[in-house]
Structures are given as C-alpha cells and as structure tokens.
C-alpha cells in the first residue's frame, strides 16, 4: 500500500483521479479550474499532493489499464534482490551497490551524500581512465580494468567489493555584497580497500540518485525543442552555450540524443532502467547481458540468460514514466512572485527553461501533447572549475553537466528528510547550491552575490514554491 496511502493524501483529487481510472480517456486540467496555470507543473499528470508521498503518486490521468502497469511496476521498483538461487529476485550481484531501485530514491525522490558513520546508499562513483587522443570526442568513458566504469562497494558472499570511499569536506567561505557570510564544503574522494591497486590516473565521478517523478515528460518532449535552445559556440554572446550530449542507444545502435542521468548520458528511460539494474546491483537484462564483474580476475562465473525479463523491464520504466509531478504552491504569495522576477533577471531561466510542450510518447498518452514546467533544457551547460569532477561522457566535457529540473525542489526536504543539492549532494541548501555556479552561470552566481538579503530570501522562497 503506498499507493493506497497516496489516494487518502489526495482526496481532494478523488473524484479526478476515479475518472481517469475509469477511463481511457485522460483528465484534463479544465475539470479543476480552482488552480491556476502556473501551479499545474505536470501538466495534466499534476497531483496537489505536498505532503512526503509527494513524489509516490501515479499520474491521475492513467486510464484503468495503464494504472495497473503503473502499479506493477511500483511492486517491481521496491523488489528486493537477493543471491542467487532463489525463488524470488535472485542474481544480485555478485558485486553491486544496492538491493533494489526504492533503495537509493527513496520515496521515489532525491539522495544525498553519507553522514558520519553512515555507508553508501544513494551515492555512487563513476570511474574511467582518461581517453586516447585518438579515440575522439563523443566516445563512451573508458573502463577500468577490472572495475569497468562504476565502483560497486558491496558483494555476495565469496565475492569482495571493489572498494570504498573515503569522504571529508574543506570548508570555504563567501561574503555576499551585504557582508553576509556563506559556508561552503567541497568534498574530498579517497578511494580505498580496493579489491586490486587502481591506475594512478583514475577518473572518479560522485553522483546521487536523483528524482525519478515526472520523467516520462521529459522523455516526451521532442528532440527540435530541446535542440532549439543549444546555443554551444555561443551566437547570441549571451554567455550561455547550452550543449546536447549524443549518446549511444543500444536498442536503435546509433548515436541518440540524451536526456537522462547527471551528464544527459542515457537517451532513454528504458536504457537508464536497464542501465541501473545492472551498474547498481549486478542485474543482468536483454539490453546489457554482461554482469558488471565482468573482467575482474576475482570472478570468473557470469549469467548466461538476462535476470530480469523483458516485461519487469518494460513495467519498471513504465512505473517511473507515469509518477505524477507535485503541483506549485503560494504561487500567488508576494515574495514567491518577487522571487520568480529575481530569477529571471538573473537569468537562471536561461538554463532552467520553464515551459515546454511535449510531444507524443509511444506507448504512454498519459504524458503526451501536455504543457510543461520543469525548469530544466536538459542541455549541458559549463559549470565553471568548482564543479567540476574531469570525467568527460560521450560530448560532456569534465566540467559539464546536464541542468536538472526544479520542479518538486521545495518538497525534499519534506519527502526526503534533506536539503543536500547538485550531483554530489555537497550544498547543503538551495543558497549553497546556487553560490557553487560558475562557468556559464558566473553572471547568474555574481547577480545572486549582489542581491539583498531581502531578495536573496524571496528568490529561496520562489524555489522552494516549485
């Protein structure tokens, strides 16, 4: 019952979302013309929902058959796995670094770094070597030899972790034009206990498990809308050159836009799912059929059938394709308006595009031809050297990374119990987040610096209403 949970927190939504059970038609935003249009972030798959299932619920325009995948798909997100043989879920492993997806997002939201004492759950290190010159740009990241391209720091029994992580933070200070103080940490990766000695020259990469809500609007909106707003020698010397990152599809076997993950490196949701289960925990699918222990001298038996079937596979993304996104709130709030004016002039919008139209989505209408706020271009955009982990990913550069939706962004601290931001989870509030920009965001950090604490407090609450 989580889902049943999240149906008794929207009870205002009753009879929309019974509707739409009952229908194969979808609901549209007309039958609740109480909100306005800049509270219906999703469109029509908009829940009002603030409470912490915020970013549980499926999308209430899922007609009767479509709200059933959804839901076995939910059984499956939160499917534990275990060694194998088993009756139920095996093939963990044998090298891994969680049991399941609900694991490392959490109520389907945002994960953060460690805390003292604490182990990995929701963060993971991307590893690489550093590319030949002749392999060119736009090529995958180069494996380790015998750890591959992410470091699994757990293992079934008879197996050993590749290794841990080692994490401190120096602490750097910022004065805002008011005489404001702003403490910063930057984080410090020590790779340890590793099962064999590491190249010296290894690329290391922290990344948290971001939000899986609203996912499947992002996935809907078309390539030439996206493409419209890449700017990547800079034309209109506005400073921003906002970049696509072309990825390779192992379904079509070509070179794709991306979309999702940190550095736009997965094209598609079903790629990033079936990426996931294997990366994360060892799982094997039709679309990545070599365990990731694959190579390493420690293990020598491998899967010889994919772990998880081509229908686990489809309900788990379909799952994460129809959650619903939470609706805006106080948007008719005096400084939340303030706030949005400071943002734009600021030009934050310039990356974090508002609005967006989507197209169709073959297979899932609950998602298709809606209007969109995300606050998102999914381009790559250079953040500047504080940012930056010198990992390049296919044509993101070592200090590029994807711009990632706002919306939802004021609810993590009630869904997920935190406030830790950007890739790494190393700002510990949105205002830190914001002050760590740099690169193409230098005039936007500097324009930020130069706010009152007034203004600065308005554009936070104008954050925290998305």
Same mark, same amino acid.
């Given at each position: 019952?989580?889902y049943?949970h999240?149906?008794?927190?929207?009870?205002?939504?009753?009879?929309?979302?019974?509707?739409a059970?009952?229908?194969?038609?979808?609901v549209t935003?007309?039958?609740?013309?109480?909100?306005?249009?800049?509270?219906?972030s999703?469109g029509?798959?908009t829940v009002?929902d603030a409470?912490?299932h915020?970013f549980?619920?499926?999308?209430?325009?899922?007609?009767?058959?479509?709200?059933?995948?959804?839901?076995e798909g939910d059984v499956e997100f939160?499917?534990?796995?275990?060694?194998?043989?088993?009756v139920?879920?095996?093939g963990?492993?044998?090298i891994?670094?969680?049991?399941s997806?609900?694991?490392?997002?959490s109520?389907?939201?945002?994960?953060r770094?460690?805390?003292?004492n604490?182990?990995?759950v929701?963060?993971?290190?991307r590893?690489?070597?550093?590319?030949?010159?002749?392999?060119?740009?736009?090529?995958?990241p180069t494996p380790?030899p015998?750890?591959?391209?992410q470091l699994?720091n757990?293992?079934?029994?008879?197996?050993t972790?590749e290794g841990?992580?080692?994490?401190?933070y120096?602490?750097?200070?910022l004065?805002?034009a008011?005489?404001?103080r702003?403490h910063?940490?930057?984080?410090?990766?020590?790779?340890t206990e590793?099962?064999?000695?590491?190249?010296?020259n290894i690329?290391?990469?922290?990344?948290?498990?971001?939000?899986?809500?609203?996912?499947?609007?992002?996935e809907?909106i078309?390539?030439e809308?996206i493409l419209?707003?890449?700017d990547?020698?800079?034309v209109?010397?506005?400073?921003?050159?906002?970049?696509?990152?072309?990825?390779?599809?192992?379904?079509?076997?070509?070179?794709?836009?991306?979309r999702?993950?940190w550095?736009?490196?997965?094209p598609?949701?079903l790629?990033?799912v079936a990426a996931?289960?294997?990366?994360?925990m060892?799982?094997?699918?039709?679309?990545f059929?070599?365990?990731?222990s694959?190579?390493?001298?420690? !293990?020598t038996e %491998?899967?010889a059938? +994919?772990e998880?079937s =081509?229908e686990?596979? /489809?309900?788990?993304t379909?799952?994460v394709?129809?959650?619903?996104?939470?609706?805006?709130?106080?948007?008719?709030?005096p400084?939340v308006?303030?706030g949005?004016q400071?943002?734009?002039?600021?030009?934050?919008?310039?990356?974090?595009v508002?609005?967006?139209?989507?197209?169709?989505l073959a297979?899932v209408p609950?998602?298709?031809?809606?209007?969109?706020?995300?606050?998102?271009? !999914?381009l790559? %955009?250079?953040?500047? +050297?504080?940012?930056? =982990?010198?990992?390049? /990913?296919?044509h993101?550069?070592?200090?590029?990374w994807?711009?990632p939706p706002?919306?939802?962004?004021?609810l993590v601290?009630?869904?997920?119990?935190?406030?830790?931001f950007?890739?790494d989870?190393?700002a510990?509030?949105?205002m830190?987040a914001?002050l760590?920009?740099?690169?193409?965001?230098e005039?936007?950090?500097?324009?930020?610096?130069?706010?009152?604490?007034a203004?600065?407090?308005a554009l936070?609450?104008?954050?925290?209403?998305?």
């Open positions: 019952m989580k049943f999240s149906l008794l927190s929207v009870t205002l939504l009753a009879l929309i979302l019974l509707s059970c009952d229908s194969e038609s979808p935003v007309e039958s609740i013309p109480i909100f306005s249009t800049s509270e219906i999703g029509e798959t009002f409470s912490s915020a549980s619920i499926p999308a209430p325009n899922l007609s009767t058959a479509a709200l059933a995948k959804h839901l939160e499917a534990v796995f275990v060694t194998a043989p088993a139920v879920n095996p963990l492993g044998p891994y670094n969680n049991v997806c609900i694991n490392c997002h109520r389907d939201g945002r994960g770094p460690p805390g003292a604490e182990g990995l929701s963060l993971l290190f590893l690489s070597l550093p590319k030949m010159e002749d392999s060119g740009v736009g090529k995958p380790v015998g750890f591959g391209t699994n757990r293992s079934i029994v008879n197996a972790p841990k992580v080692k994490i401190d120096t602490e750097q200070t004065t805002t008011d005489g404001t702003v910063l940490r930057h984080p410090n990766y020590t790779l590793t099962y064999q000695q590491l190249p010296e690329e290391v990469s922290p990344r948290v498990a971001p939000a899986v809500f609203g996912l499947g609007l992002l809907a078309p390539e809308a419209a707003y890449a990547e020698a800079d209109d010397g506005d400073g921003i050159s906002g970049k696509p990152n072309y990825v390779w599809d192992v379904v079509k076997q070509r070179y794709t836009l991306g999702f993950g550095k736009a490196n997965q598609t949701l790629q990033q996931a289960y294997n990366d994360d060892g799982i094997t699918t039709s679309l059929q070599t365990e990731n694959a190579g390493q001298p420690q !293990l %491998h899967s059938v +994919p998880v =081509d686990i596979l /489809d309900v788990v379909f799952y394709q129809t959650l619903a996104v939470p609706a805006r709130r106080d948007v008719d709030n400084q308006k303030h949005e400071l943002f734009a002039k600021a030009q934050c919008a310039s990356c974090h508002p609005t967006f139209r989507t197209g169709v297979g609950s998602v298709s031809n809606q209007t969109i706020h995300p606050y998102t271009d !999914l790559l %955009h250079d953040m500047g +050297p504080g940012l930056a =982990d010198n990992r390049p /990913d296919f993101a550069s070592g200090s590029e994807r711009t706002l919306w939802g962004i004021g601290q009630r869904v997920n119990g935190h406030t830790n950007l890739h989870g190393r510990r509030n949105l830190e914001i760590w920009h740099g690169g193409e965001a005039v936007s950090r500097q324009a930020v610096e130069q706010m009152s604490k203004e600065r407090d936070i609450v104008f954050l925290e209403s998305l």
